[in-house]
Each structure stands twice: as C-alpha cells, then as structure tokens.
C-alpha cells in the first residue's frame, strides 16, 4: 500500500457539466497519485493507510487556469478604463520590456509564484514574456512550488515596440532553444506562444508551425477578442475567413497540436465549427472582457455545441487571480447576456461554473480536474468556518458561498497526490 493515503471531508466534485456530486463527511483514497474512489467508510483492504481527516472542511478539484500572463501580475488592477489594444500600449508593453533585466524578472515571478502557490489553483497555461531567460526562470519557480502546467516563451516580430521586439530569426532561435532547455523540467512544461496575430508576421507563424510539429509542444494564444483586433487581422491576413484560419493555416489551431484559444467572444459560426473538429479549448475569462471592454462571450453557445471550455484568470487583463471570482463573474456575465443580447441562451449556473473551472479546464492536462477513479488528485481544502451565517446551509450552498465570499486561499493544497501545504 505504499504512495496510498486518504483523505477525510465533505467533497464536492462535478462529473458532468451542470451536475454536482456530494459526498458528505467521506473518505478519498489517493493510489500513487491518482484516485482510488470515494468511501463512506474506508474498506478493509486500505485498513491501516494514512488518513488526512479535514473535519467538516470542503473539499474541492484543484481549479485550473487555462489563460493567465506570469509577466503583468505586478500590474494587476490598473488600467481598467482603457480598452484592449489602448491597454496593451499602455500598461502591458511597457512592463514586459522590464523582464529583460534578470533580477527585476527574479523579483516579479517570485511574488506571481508564491500567489499561485497560495491560490486554489493547480494546473495552468500561462504566459510569460518574449525573454527566454526570465521564462526558464519562472519555470524553475513554478516546478519547484510543486505545481503543474504550462508557460510559453512569448513571440512578437512586428506591430510591438522595440523593447518589446525580435527579428523572426531571433525568435525562432530563441524559441527553439527555449523547448531544448525545457526538457530538464518534469512538471512545467513548454508551449508554443505567438502573442497574438497583430504581433507575428507570417513568417513567424511558419516557424513555429515547424517547431511544433518538430517538438510535439501545445500552442496558446488569443481568438477574437475585440472588434478593433479582429478587423486589423483581416487587414494582415487577406483571403482568411475569420481570425482562426490564421493559426490555422499553419497547423496551431488544434487537432495534432493541442490548443487554447483565450476569450472567443466574437468568434462567428464558421469559427467556432472549426475549434470544435479540431479539439480546441477556449479559455473563458469574463472579467478580463468586461475590463478592456472586449464584450460578453456566449459561453452558453459554447456549451450546447459540445466545446471544450474552461475558464481563465487572465491577469492583468483580470485583475484577481482567483479562478473562484472567474466563476462568479462569468455567471454574473452570462446574466446580462441573457437579459441584454440573446434570451435563448440562459445564464450559466454554479454547478455549470464549477465544471468549467475543473474538470472542463482539467480535460487539456489529461485526466484532471474531478474526483472519479482514475483522476490524477489534485485537490483543495477550504474552511468556511470564517464566513458565519445563522441560516443552516446544504452543502451545496456551503460551496456557492465560499466561491462567492471567501478569498479562494485553501488551507491545504494537493496536486498529483502531493500535499503542498
């Protein structure tokens, strides 16, 4: 029974979108870092193992941030009243051209690690900057933090300033360095980051299309994310039929190059079709949209097409890395689209939320994200002790209100069946 453990609380998982499981003051057993199953009482035959007994604590998933850029966490929180493309003029450039100095990167990913540490989240794709040191450097940090995920070298040869800038050559090159070097991490893993098409030029695009089919690494990137972007797309790309086919006309848009594709707000039907062959996954971040005054993405259309969909923090687009306030915001999202655009397609719901920040995000990294046997466990412990109330409340209300009150901090923390605190 060696690597065998259990742990004791109230979990609460969603095996399917919109569905909640709850097992109250139960026992999950953990088998060389994947789950066993879920007890009343433990069986005989795990007589004797180890058991982490939460007391009447909430027990979660690990929620997963599928879109996030490492390199603007000092600036979260400013900016808010500008829209996208004035923003990253403003704010993002600016503060990325700073992580070409060693030690102001030190400094900047240390505080953006140990907040993701703390956080309820476990798994991530995240964005750092153009500059290869500094992204090996928070890749180092992450994997030593003990978590799991995903962060690109970012790539930009044109429309950006020349802080902020490489020939295609150079980025390439570095590139392709970058994901030779990334192979001493086991748990951070490369993927491939073209910042967006404003910023790489078709040569660029190529490129990388070579080098993933060379290195077998995931892409991410944006997807129509704003009115103004999409249209300088069309502008760049003539004879594509939407934003998508730029990406995709250079094998980075799913099928044998798994994909995440942030926001989607304006993708059209065509557009969407497409990410649905190929498996693409759309990285939800609502309060991101409402702050660049992107717009409200149908993440109810999402879901009745059977896409793949999590949700993202995006900071510093979003400024709270809680992935429990991208939750709440893409409800509250949902709601005025239902009330102001279209009113068939209703708001989303907690349990449908929670889905999403689990196991719909979780589905990218494999088997992640639930509480099923066979799951990799990573999990979440939560005390709700701190948020009194007089009015008795079902489990399930017990969960809306930590995701709703609480500042999404657990008090303990596992990822792959490893407590990290």
């Not at 990388?208 to 790309?237: D, K």
């Not at 109810?300 to 979003?318: I, K, M, N, P, Y």
């Not at 939560?382 to 409340?393: F, V």
Request: proline fraction near 5%; charged fraction near 20%; charge should be negative.
């Amino acid at each position: 029974m060696q690597n065998t453990f259990a742990l004791r609380g109230n979990l609460v998982y969603t095996p399917a979108c919109g569905e909640l499981a709850l097992h109250p003051h139960s026992y999950l057993v953990c088998e060389n870092g994947a789950l066993a199953g879920i007890f009343d009482t433990l069986p005989a035959r795990y007589a004797g193992i180890p058991v982490e007994d939460h007391g009447d604590k909430l027990i979660l998933p690990g929620l997963v941030d599928l879109h996030a850029h490492a390199g603007q966490f000092a600036y979260r929180g400013l900016g808010m009243d500008l829209e996208l493309l004035d923003w990253l003029e403003q704010n993002a450039f600016p503060e990325e051209s700073k992580f070409a100095d060693p030690h102001y990167a030190e400094a900047a990913y240390r505080l953006f690690a140990d907040a993701l540490t703390r956080s309820a989240t476990t798994r991530f794709c995240l964005f750092a900057t153009l500059h290869r040191p500094a992204t090996l450097r928070l890749m180092a940090l992450l994997e030593a933090a003990g978590l799991r995920g995903f962060v690109g070298k970012v790539n930009m040869d044109r429309n950006s300033p020349d802080t902020l800038r490489e020939t295609t050559a150079e980025s390439l090159a570095e590139t392709c360095r970058w994901l030779e070097e990334s192979a001493d991490f086991a748990h951070v893993r490369p993927m491939l980051t073209p910042r967006f098409i404003p910023s790489c030029t078709d040569e660029m695009m190529a490129g990388l299309g070579r080098l993933q089919r060379e290195f077998g690494a995931p892409m991410q990137s944006h997807l129509s994310e704003n009115l103004s972007e999409i249209a300088w797309v069309a502008e760049l790309c003539p004879g594509t039929r939407f934003y998508g086919e730029a990406y995709a006309r250079h094998g980075l848009f799913g099928g044998a190059c798994p994909t995440v594709m942030a926001h989607c707000v304006w993708s059209g039907e065509e557009e969407r079709a497409l990410m649905k062959e190929n498996g693409v996954f759309i990285a939800h971040c609502p309060q991101s949209n409402m702050n660049v005054s992107s717009g409200i993405a149908p993440v109810r259309q999402f879901l009745r097409e059977g896409q793949h969909v999590g949700l993202g923090s995006d900071v510093a687009g979003g400024a709270h890395l809680s992935i429990f306030r991208a939750m709440t915001d893409a409800i509250q999202a949902s709601k005025l689209r239902w009330r102001l655009v279209d009113q068939d397609l209703p708001a989303l719901t907690m349990p449908e939320a929670l889905y999403m920040a689990t196991k719909g995000g979780g589905a990218f990294f494999g088997k992640v994200g639930s509480f099923e046997p066979g799951y990799e466990l990573d999990a979440v412990v939560l005390d709700d002790a701190a948020l009194p109330t007089t009015r008795p409340c079902t489990l399930a209300e017990r969960v809306e209100r930590v995701v709703y009150l609480s500042d999404g901090q657990p008090c303990a923390k596992y990822v792959a069946g490893r407590r990290l605190f």
